[in-house]
């Protein structure tokens, strides 16, 4: 049993291709040195560019020259933003140096220790449902996931209006289609009288599992299928060998105690921060496009984009 293809090539959210993926009007931007990825994308209202790391996280193969790299990024841009993965191999003293304009705790992402057995923390509620679920669905591996992109796609419509997702998660279906095929993608559907009523999708790097999405339709909700599912990634990737499982955090920017926030943390045995990092590249174009919005003090990096997608 193997959770994906050989670790040899950059996978998940440290991909190429996952970049390429979310680049959606802007451009993938490799950083040689650390083997990372940022989107150039276009300032709305001006002519300048800045960059962010990929949605939901940037990682790399080699966080020690990842300071290089910013340091050689070119002068067009004006700014450049990420999520350092929690699993990252870095210093929060590093993430200072690297990111002296923003650096502060972003959220807490549920994390698995895969090395205890789920009846020790997997709360009873979920369990009960997962019994339930796996007796009205039938789980199977998406293989190859990119025979079902038709049904990925209907289902994350489906959520997008249930949810009235837009910022970085409001994927095209070009988007949605391409990450199939993201080196390290672990995928599974679940099936209910002959249909697709739930899919999720889990990207593997090293040794950690990242939830990554999941979609439903309303059988899929009155079925449980999530728990069904969520079930399922626990025995497997332990019986893979992986140490971990990256749940990610609850919606929204702030914390709340919203039905994802609850339905993570039941099948979490702790947390991880993960840090948002921010660095001015051309600090005169970056307060002239502060001061053209009007915006005021904010923690919001950078500062220019305040409100961009509310």
Same mark, same amino acid.
């Given at each position: 049993?193997?959770?994906? %293809?050989?670790?040899?090539?950059?996978?998940?959210?440290?991909?190429?291709?996952?970049?390429?993926?979310?680049?959606?009007?802007?451009?993938?931007?490799?950083?040689?040195?650390?083997?990372?990825?940022?989107?150039?994308? %276009?300032?709305?209202?001006?002519?300048?560019?800045?960059?962010?790391?990929?949605?939901?996280?940037?990682?790399?193969?080699?966080?020690?020259?990842?300071?290089? +790299?910013?340091?050689?990024?070119?002068?067009?841009?004006?700014?450049?933003?990420?999520?350092?993965?929690?699993?990252?191999?870095?210093?929060?003293?590093?993430?200072?140096?690297?990111?002296? +304009? $923003? $650096?502060?705790?972003?959220?807490?992402?549920?994390?698995?220790?895969?090395?205890? @057995?789920?009846?020790?923390?997997?709360?009873?509620?979920?369990?009960?449902?997962?019994?339930?679920?796996?007796?009205?669905?039938?789980?199977?591996?998406?293989? %190859?996931?990119?025979?079902?992109?038709?049904?990925?796609?209907?289902?994350?419509?489906?959520?997008?209006?249930?949810?009235?997702?837009?910022?970085?998660?409001?994927? /095209?279906?070009? /988007?949605?289609?391409?990450?199939? @095929?993201?080196?390290?993608?672990?995928?599974?559907?679940?099936?209910?009288?002959?249909?697709?009523?739930? $899919?999720?999708?889990?990207?593997?790097?090293?040794?950690?599992?990242?939830?990554?999405?999941?979609?439903?339709?309303?059988?899929?909700?009155?079925?449980?299928? @999530?728990?069904?599912?969520?079930?399922?990634?626990?025995?497997?990737?332990?019986?893979?060998?992986?140490?971990?499982?990256?749940?990610?955090?609850?919606?929204?920017?702030?914390?709340?105690?919203?039905?994802? #926030?609850?339905?993570?943390?039941?099948?979490?045995?702790?947390?991880?921060?993960?840090?948002?990092?921010?660095?001015?590249?051309?600090?005169?174009?970056?307060?002239?496009?502060? @001061?053209?919005?009007?915006?005021?003090? #904010?923690?919001?990096? %950078?500062?220019?984009?305040?409100?961009?997608?509310?």
């Amino acid at each position: 049993m193997t959770p994906g %293809p050989s670790l040899s090539e950059p996978t998940g959210y440290a991909s190429a291709v996952y970049a390429r993926a979310v680049a959606a009007d802007g451009e993938a931007l490799l950083l040689p040195r650390c083997g990372g990825w940022l989107v150039q994308r %276009p300032v709305p209202g001006s002519d300048r560019i800045d960059a962010s790391g990929p949605y939901p996280l940037f990682s790399c193969a080699n966080w020690d020259a990842l300071g290089e +790299d910013l340091d050689a990024l070119p002068g067009s841009l004006v700014s450049a933003v990420l999520v350092a993965d929690p699993f990252g191999d870095y210093t929060s003293d590093n993430l200072r140096r690297w990111f002296p +304009d $923003m $650096m502060r705790p972003f959220k807490d992402h549920y994390v698995v220790d895969l090395s205890r @057995s789920p009846a020790t923390f997997v709360v009873e509620n979920h369990r009960r449902n997962a019994r339930k679920a796996l007796n009205a669905v039938a789980v199977s591996r998406c293989e %190859p996931p990119q025979r079902w992109a038709t049904q990925w796609t209907a289902l994350y419509r489906l959520l997008g209006e249930r949810h009235q997702i837009n910022g970085p998660a409001a994927f /095209s279906d070009e /988007s949605l289609a391409a990450q199939l @095929s993201v080196p390290g993608l672990v995928a599974w559907r679940a099936e209910a009288d002959g249909k697709t009523v739930g $899919m999720v999708l889990w990207y593997v790097q090293g040794d950690v599992a990242y939830y990554h999405l999941a979609a439903y339709s309303d059988a899929g909700y009155q079925l449980r299928a @999530s728990f069904a599912l969520f079930w399922h990634a626990l025995e497997y990737f332990a019986a893979c060998g992986l140490r971990w499982l990256n749940l990610g955090a609850g919606a929204g920017l702030q914390a709340a105690e919203d039905g994802l #926030t609850r339905f993570k943390r039941g099948w979490s045995t702790g947390v991880r921060s993960a840090y948002l990092c921010g660095r001015i590249l051309d600090r005169a174009a970056y307060e002239s496009l502060v @001061s053209v919005r009007a915006a005021g003090p #904010t923690t919001y990096f %950078p500062a220019y984009r305040l409100g961009e997608f509310d």
